[in-house]
Structures are given as structure tokens and as C-alpha cells.
């Protein structure tokens, strides 16, 4: 059975560029059949979807987000990667990782993890 | 984009029924998804294409909708089921494709 697991620094200064890599295991035929995406909980709110990516490198972004993020995936490692760019206070959040199984649903999530943007 | 409205919190007792809503314009033409988040786990679909319940959800939780409105509804609530709720639209036409609802803290008295 697949899972995910994010990885990356929990502590980014403001200004800076945040990156995070998600790890998928257990499926290998998964992570060619599926988008890949990203998606964070700012505390106390709700959440927010960031943006996907698909193992051929297709990217969608969240258009609000957009100018900032990028996405790259590596298919020998089973790894997708997050990259956004000058972060402020309110890009602090947990930051998810999770399955589209390709009909709009997200069927499998990593536990998060927690970045937070300092000054 | 558009807005899924859930109501901020629902308080049950326990052996009573959690009744958690998401209303948006869309909803009826769209698959809703609802997920369970709990603090230091990995978010849990609960709920699919508005009715269709994943391998290893209880049969406790069931999904159903009318209108602009889909409903959550945990029956025999446990203190286990104690956790966020949101709701989730896919249009795969629109340049951002998944939407969330604004959350619903369910708390078991």
C-alpha cells in the first residue's frame, strides 16, 4: 500500500525560498498513474490547494500562488518537490502531500509537516 | 474562484448524529469529497463523489446532497470521530481545479 512522507525544513527565513520533497513508497505503478500535489493548512484556517504535478513534469499552480511556486518531480527516486519563492509570515503553515487518483479526489495524504516563516 | 460554505463547529454527544454541511453554487454539478483531519495524522478521505464511501471507512459515515447543498453525516458518533471536516470540489476545466470548503470542527461532548 502507498504512503507518503514530506520531508524538508521546518524553519524558512522570510524573503527566502521554501522547499519541500515528498516521497512516495510501496507503489511504484502509482506515482506513473497519478497527480501529485500539494497542498497546506495555515493554523487555525483551512486548507488551501497549492498545486499538482503529474509524472510526466505537467504542472497546475494555484492561481493565486502561482508567480511563486514551482513543481519538479523525480520519477527514479518516486519523489515530487515543492519550491516557493519569497515567503512572508502568512506562507507559514503544514504543509500536505497527497494522491489524485485522477478523479478529482484525494485518496492518500502525507502527515504533513510543519514550515514556519520567520522574521 | 468559488466558495464552499461549511459551518465553523457542530457539538454531538456521543451515540447522537453529526449533521455537517457544504453549500456552494456549484455542488450540484460537481463530485464532492470530504475528508477528516486530526491533529498529527494524515488527513482521511472519508466520503467520495458525494455518496461513496472508501475501503475502511465506517458504515457510521455517509454522504448525500441536494441542490447547492451536500451533507456529512457520522451516525453513532464516538469520541474517535472528534476531528476538522472539509468538504472538496474538482472542476476540471478551471485553472483551480480543487476547492475547499471552510471547514467544520466536529467536538464530542
Known amino acids: 500500500q502507498a504512503q507518503l512522507q514530506e520531508s524538508g525544513p521546518g524553519l524558512v527565513q522570510s524573503s527566502q525560498t521554501l522547499s519541500l520533497t515528498c516521497t512516495v513508497s510501496g507503489d511504484s505503478i502509482s506515482f506513473q498513474a497519478h497527480y501529485w500535489n500539494w497542498i497546506r493548512r495555515p493554523a487555525g484556517q483551512g486548507l488551501q490547494w497549492i498545486g499538482r504535478?503529474?509524472?510526466?513534469?505537467?504542472?497546475d499552480y494555484n492561481p493565486s500562488l502561482k508567480s511563486r511556486v514551482s513543481m519538479s518531480v523525480d520519477s527514479s527516486k518516486w519523489q515530487f518537490s515543492l519550491q516557493m519563492r519569497s515567503v512572508t509570515a502568512a506562507d507559514s503553515a503544514l504543509y500536505f502531500c497527497?494522491?489524485?487518483?485522477?478523479?478529482?479526489?484525494?485518496?492518500?495524504w502525507g502527515q504533513g509537516v510543519l514550515v514556519t516563516v520567520s522574521s | 474562484s468559488y466558495v464552499l460554505t461549511q459551518p465553523p463547529s457542530v457539538s454531538v454527544a456521543p451515540g447522537n448524529t453529526a449533521t455537517i454541511t457544504c453549500g456552494g453554487s456549484t455542488i450540484g454539478t460537481q463530485g464532492i469529497h470530504w475528508y477528516q483531519l486530526k491533529p498529527g495524522q494524515a488527513p482521511l478521505l472519508v466520503i467520495y463523489y458525494e455518496t461513496y464511501r472508501p475501503s475502511g471507512i465506517p458504515e457510521r459515515f455517509s454522504g448525500s446532497g441536494s441542490g447547492n447543498t451536500a451533507t456529512l453525516t457520522i451516525s453513532s458518533v464516538e469520541a474517535a470521530d472528534e476531528a476538522d471536516y472539509f468538504c472538496q470540489v474538482w472542476d476540471s476545466s478551471s485553472d483551480h481545479p480543487y476547492v475547499f470548503g471552510t471547514g467544520t470542527r466536529v467536538t464530542v461532548l
Open positions: 497527497a494522491r489524485d487518483r485522477s478523479v478529482g479526489d484525494f485518496d492518500l
Open positions: 504535478i503529474y509524472s510526466s513534469g505537467s504542472t
